[in-house]
């Protein structure tokens, strides 16, 4: 499974007047070297027409969240006996999982992890688009993974997110929870959630469960005799209205340029079109909202004619969008034009995908990661290699 170098063993791009290729294909060559750059081939972009459309209602308030406060219940949980509360200093300073290096830009999760046949990697953010003053100094990943049923059952029956810190790529996991009130009075239940994405926004994680968006404040993280765990202070729950119903959120990820949004995006595996909606934040970090409502800013859509198919990740930067797919592909678009159209490998050796998740526009990098069992790494790309 070697792909073809374009390049001397330095993976130098060529680029011309500060310009990508067009045509240029990236792919992850998995446990053999780096992230490696290959010559154009038929991943290139295809020849449609836009692939991103104005929706024809993109007004602000098209699509809508219902804002379910949990701040009570958060505090209430804080109180019980046993439970104690934990700095996130101290959470990424507890960090005690390996990774292992699987080429110049790739880190493969050990073998429990890797090969797990329930427990799946989705969302991926970091601390590089978190706009945090109190951000670590050092590079954090977050890797959103959830549990199946069974394992051809894909329904979720308990998450949790793992902290990566990049200067040595050790990993904390943590827990999610659910704030359940009963006659006995307050307790836990694990967070059945999908975690197709994440954003970081300030203090806060965005998780992306489908149809709604639970969010974590990194400063009211927990432990008790079972470890650490993070409880959702307030969950965002998709309205059914029209035009176009419920807000599908696969996967979401923070854009601070232009006007501040959470860019979410919707998977689909048929061949139809799907939306993309931006949600307004306030340079804290808080969603927007107004009497219990947060509205979304602008929406569009990603043409059905288009390359862009099963999308898995979003993330956005001054304007163009990436989209990673299934099949092994990061989709580069812009609204209404073709300007900087492009399609790259993404997460796959050859023709063989390892299925690639959600995406993360760092602050030198974009990373992303793969879901397949056997073949399960964080990867990474310069942002000059990927972004026009």
Known sequence: MHPQKAHPSTGATTRRGGRRSHGRVIGILIGVSALAVAVPGPAGAAGNGAALDEAAHNEPGTYELDITDRSQALEAIGELPGVAPVSFTDLIASRTGETSECGESCRAWPDDLNTDDRWYPQGLAGS??????????????????????????????????TFVSTDDWRYRTVPLRLPVQTDDGWTTQPLASHNGGVAWAGPYLYVAATDRIHRFDLRTAMTDDEGYFLVPDRTYVGVDQGPYGVPRLSSISTDWTGEPALVSSEYAADDVTTEVVRWPLTDSGDLAGQDGIVGSQTNFWIDKDSSIDKVQGVAAQDGVYLFSGSAGTLDLARVGTQTDRDTLIWGRTGTDTHIPQDLYIGAANVYGQTEEPGHRNLFWQAQEDVLP
Do not use: I
């Not at 978190?130 to 029956?157: G, I, K, M």
């Open 128 to 161: 590089g688009e978190s706009n945090w003053a109190q951000a670590p100094a050092t590079e954090v990943l977050v890797s959103a993974w959830y549990e199946r049923t069974s394992p051809d059952d894909h329904a979720a029956v308990d998450s949790a997110l």
